[in-house]
């Protein structure tokens, strides 16, 4: 097990919202001990601030068993996250096991922040939407009134359920598809636990979420059932075996773009307005209707309410699938991996990682290297990476990963500040693969002919400067001023979709 799961806590000390008949969900099958109580202000109606919780209750709710949220691995799953070169790693993400008491569940989410206060965002959505989704699963499961309906929400909020049963269709929606009942129920509770996190966000006095949100992709697997619920522009890639036995990739969210026909038609719809810059014109944003701010590049997200009255949705995107013996893993990353690496190639490095707990760690090496062969005037993005195995390990892996286990800093376990320069923090540890012949000229580096292998054998001591370029961001707040004299040029800057 990875340094990071979490040791074993009596109790969270926390009072917790109850669904109808106050029971609790959180207990050891093998004694009977509660492993603890959700956490404080979860419902809206404990802690600081009707939603904060104290530090204290967020401690103990990080030493709950088989809850990761810093870099680590169990046997199922690995997790890797790693500051960008834009400042505060604003990315969050987790891994429940045994999700809701169930043996058979696993809980994951990767979670991207943005705007000033975007870290607090995706933390504070980490910590919380899983405790919300548990309660109200757990209630719809046993057939209770929820907290949500139990006067949490006012009767505005819930007549707005049909609108998130509208949204929460997916896109890419079978028409013909049967789906089991479990999923049916865990739809209702995902509609309604989105809808109860962002209200306690809005609520939230901790946090200025106005212009400062985040995104979600999470998974819930239970058994051979897979439920994924999405908002944003985060992404989550199966990676199965075709006919053939080849290994493909097959993308199991749809980026939630303000550029997608029916994103942008619900904007517009809302008087918001999208359109891309002339300098990235392939970026579609989100912008008031009368103020060219904030520039948000996704159609939906936790947060940002000062978008929530012009088209900005925090509704997520729910989809289902049956798993099967050829599905062999999950990855669930940010867009600072999607924007450098195709869906093929990020399949490819988790299978080839030397063992499964340095899986997650293999791709988000892979993407920062990626970034500087891409993207080499740019700023690096901050990448978290959450791998699921779907499939027990092998014998052949279990010795791999028993003579890859070295010697984890404690004090991995107990922080989760960002490393200051994760470019400069190089260590003998690092995992790359094989090593291409360098080419001489450090300029080199920069032309369209080097190969995405050549960018990863780069040793991490050699400094880029042209890292020290503009920086692409997911939220502008303010569009750059021209000057005078440019006036001619101003009816091209920017480009309408």
């Not at 680590?72 to 096991?97: H, I, P, Y």
């Not at 798993?323 to 991996?337: N, R």
């Not at 014998?395 to 991995?412: C, F, G, M, N």
């Not at 001489?440 to 292998?453: F, I, M």
Request: hydrophobic letters at 35%; aromatic letters at 6%.
């Amino acid at each position: 097990m990875g340094s990071c799961l979490s040791s074993h806590t009596d109790s969270l000390g926390c009072s917790s919202p109850t669904a109808g008949n106050g029971s609790r969900w959180w207990r050891r099958k093998s004694d009977g001990v509660v492993r603890g109580r959700v956490w404080a202000g979860v419902g809206g109606g404990g802690g600081r601030g009707g939603g904060g919780g104290g530090v204290a209750g967020e401690d103990e709710l990080h030493r709950v068993p088989g809850r990761m949220f810093v870099n680590g691995s169990s046997e199922v799953a690995c997790l890797f996250t790693q500051q960008g070169r834009k400042g505060t790693n604003q990315d969050a993400m987790l891994v429940w096991e045994n999700f809701t008491s169930k043996s058979d569940t696993v809980f994951c989410g990767v979670f991207d922040g943005h705007g000033p206060y975007g870290h607090m965002v995706a933390r504070k959505v980490r910590d919380c939407l899983p405790l919300k989704l548990g309660i109200q699963w757990s209630a719809n499961m046993t057939d209770l009134n929820s907290p949500y309906q139990n006067g949490s929400m006012n009767s505005e909020e819930t007549a707005s359920i049909s609108m998130e049963e509208e949204w929460g269709e997916p896109l890419d929606a079978d028409e013909n598809g049967k789906h089991p009942e479990m999923f049916l129920k865990l739809k209702q509770s995902m509609l309604k636990t989105f809808k109860w996190m962002d209200k306690e966000l809005k609520l939230n006095p901790a946090i200025d979420c106005f212009c400062s949100g985040s995104t979600a992709v999470t998974l819930i697997k239970q058994g051979q059932d897979l439920v994924i619920g999405n908002v944003g522009d985060s992404r989550a890639v199966l990676g199965t075996r075709d006919e053939d036995n080849s290994l493909v990739a097959v993308q199991l969210t749809v980026d939630l773009k303000p550029n997608l026909p029916r994103e942008a038609a619900r904007i517009q719809q809302c008087k918001g307005r999208v359109f891309a810059l002339q300098d990235e014109p392939e970026v579609a944003r989100v912008w008031l209707p009368n103020n060219d701010s904030p520039g948000l590049a996704m159609a939906r997200a936790f947060g940002d309410f000062c978008l929530k009255d012009f088209g900005l949705i925090s509704v997520p995107d729910i989809s289902y699938r049956h798993l099967t013996e050829k599905d062999e893993f999950v990855v669930l990353a940010t867009d600072g991996v999607w924007d450098v690496l195709s869906n093929k190639e990020v399949v490819d490095i988790v299978t080839s990682a030397p063992s499964r707990s340095t899986a997650a760690r293999a791709l988000v090496d892979c993407a920062v290297r990626a970034w500087r062969l891409k993207y080499p005037t740019s700023k690096s993005d901050d990448c978290a990476v959450v791998c699921l195995f779907l499939n027990p390990p092998t014998v052949s892996s279990q010795a791999v990963e028993t003579l890859s286990e070295t010697p984890k800093d404690p004090a991995e376990t107990v922080t989760e500040e960002p490393v200051s320069d994760p470019l400069q923090s190089h260590d003998d540890n690092e995992i790359v693969p094989a090593m291409e012949p360098r080419a001489e000229k450090l300029e080199e580096r920069c032309q369209s002919t080097r190969s995405l292998a050549e960018c990863i054998s780069t040793k991490e001591e050699e400094e880029w400067s042209a890292l020290e370029g503009v920086t692409r961001v997911n939220s502008l707040l303010n569009l750059p001023r021209f000057l005078s004299s440019d006036k001619n040029s101003l009816g091209s800057w920017r480009k309408w979709l």
